[in-house]
């Protein structure tokens, strides 16, 4: 079983891996229903959608009837505006099935305008805290992609005491010196406030090959099965942090499998080695 942490100061025992169920986007109900075993089978306990993520949230819908209570449930939105958010809330849970989502999370948060909108008058804060004090969600957090993560991240916390936080990591990505220290001052600033870090793009490879379609990633993926038990172990090695999965069904096996026989973080010879062995290229430009 996979081992399980506080989620911050939610007091939530969170498995270490969380479901990022973008995998969920394009696939019938069955496949979902299987994917929904495999949770189960190594103890996967904390689901991540969005309202963007396509038919992500129809398809747990069925599963909330008879397994609420044992995930922890999180939901985004990228509306921007108090009224946008609001009613995106809304239909997440109509499209749940549920009263109550126990984390909504500001979704990729890194545009200074945006931000700006979210966060001013007549922006998505609003709406995230009235939905707060109405009960509709338990916890509130912030997501983002990009290396301007971390910083902006920083920022939402200087305006609101956000419960979680959402950003990429993997090994090479932390090789960027400015990237790393905005990283570590997040991350830092998180354990002391006890805010939890979720981290996404463990088994990025590098940018989608052009005519690749095998995966439903919108980046090229790890597939090696040592490849990926590194990526996963290297992330999963920093204990302040959980990993979200790959979002394709298909590769959620061997990340499930790495995370269930965590030992020790690879060494620097074994992770720059895989990076000349597996051709791993970095994902973000800016």
């Known amino acids: 079983m996979i081992e399980r942490k506080p989620f911050g100061r939610t007091g939530h025992l969170s498995s270490r891996t969380i479901f990022g169920a973008a995998s969920l986007s394009k696939v019938n109900q069955s496949e979902a229903d299987q994917t929904l075993d495999l949770l189960l089978d190594y103890g996967v306990n904390h689901i991540d959608t969005a309202a963007s993520y396509g038919d992500a949230e129809l398809r747990i819908k069925p599963w909330m009837k008879e397994h609420r209570k044992d995930f922890f449930l999180a939901t985004k939105t990228e509306e921007r505006t108090y009224q946008g958010a609001k009613e995106e809330l809304q239909r997440s849970l109509e499209r749940l099935g549920v009263e109550q989502v126990d984390l909504w999370q500001m979704h990729l948060l890194v545009d200074p305008q945006e931000w700006e909108t979210a966060m001013g008058p007549g922006g998505a804060l609003e ?4 939905a707060k004090e109405a009960g509709f969600t338990r916890f509130l957090g912030v997501t983002g992609h990009g290396l301007t993560t971390p910083a902006m991240h920083l920022r939402s916390l200087e305006r609101y005491d956000f419960d979680s936080v959402l ?77 979200n999965t790959v979002g394709d069904i298909h590769l959620l096996p061997m990340v499930l499998r790495a995370a269930d026989q965590l030992e020790s973080r690879p060494d620097t010879l074994v992770m720059e080695t895989d990076l000349q062995r597996f051709d791993i290229t970095p994902l973000f430009k800016e």
């Open 167 to 243: 950003l990429p990591d993997n090994y090479l990505l932390l090789k960027d010196p400015d990237y790393a220290a905005d990283f570590e001052q997040l991350v830092d600033l998180c354990q002391k406030r006890k805010v939890a870090v979720q981290t996404i793009k463990s088994l990025a490879r590098g940018p989608k090959r052009e005519g690749d379609d095998r995966f439903a990633v919108w980046y090229d993926p790890l597939v090696e099965e040592e490849a990926v038990q590194h990526a996963v172990h290297w992330v999963l090695g920093d204990p302040r942090v959980f990993l």
């Open 127 to 130: 709406a995230f805290l009235e």
